[in-house]
């Protein structure tokens, strides 16, 4: 491996370090105004990145663009609505990643359109660039209504309370079949067509040209 792309993976390090901490600490911030402290009682309402990393996640998020961060604890039972604020909480990470691909775009328009060119924004734009596929990536993979992803809290909310309970205590077990089915490639088909309709749409509404991104990353 030569020094660029030494480079390259570095500044990939650093966004997806950026996608999972602003992931997991909306999942924190979003339960604590919901009545539960139990991710702020854990430090887990920080933008240090240390506090959210799973590395096995997060190898996989650089190497195929799929991943998570570790799991904020949260209590339902400081919950006043335990099934619908959990969705809410659950939602509030995927949602974070479609804002902060947003404002990177953003960012990466400005530079593009107003900046002097040359190798130090071209390297800038690569880095916001890289962080809005990269935390669109993040957030859809999330959404995915499997165990113990965010998706599965959101749709199994509309369970009956006596299935929803029993799907919680097991649904730990899941995440082997999940780490697994993304090794296999099985998520990377759908989820770069989802990936690239959605970056299309955001570099539409940013002003950023959508085929500098296609280049890249599709």
Same mark, same amino acid.
């Given at each position: 491996?030569?020094?660029?792309? @030494? ?37 887990? @309402? ?58 990177? @775009? ?113």
């Amino acid at each position: 491996m030569d020094w660029f792309q @030494l480079f390259l993976l570095l500044i990939g390090a650093v966004a997806c370090l950026f996608c999972i901490t602003f992931h997991e600490l909306a999942h924190g911030f979003a339960a604590y105004q919901l009545g539960d402290p139990t991710a702020k009682v854990n430090g887990r @309402l920080t933008l240090n990145p240390i506090s959210h990393i799973d590395w096995i996640g997060l190898m996989l998020l650089l190497t195929v663009r799929v991943g998570w961060a570790k799991p904020v604890p949260v209590d339902m039972r400081n919950f006043r609505h335990p099934k619908r604020d959990m969705a809410i909480t659950a939602l509030a990470g995927p949602a974070a990643n479609f804002l902060l691909a947003t404002a990177a @775009l953003g960012v990466a328009s400005l530079i593009y359109h107003f900046a002097p060119q040359g190798t130090a924004a071209a390297y800038a734009i690569y880095f916001f660039l890289y962080m809005a596929v990269l935390s669109v990536g993040l957030g859809i993979f999330n959404l995915v209504p499997i165990p113990p992803l965010d998706g599965s809290k959101i749709l199994f909310a509309l369970l009956p309370d006596r299935i929803y309970y029993q799907y919680l205590r097991y649904e730990r077990f899941f995440i082997l079949a999940v780490v697994l089915l993304a090794w296999m490639g099985v998520f990377s088909v759908p989820l770069s067509f989802c990936m690239e309709g959605i970056v299309r749409g955001l570099c539409a509404v940013t002003a950023f040209p959508f085929q500098l991104a296609q280049y890249y990353f599709f």
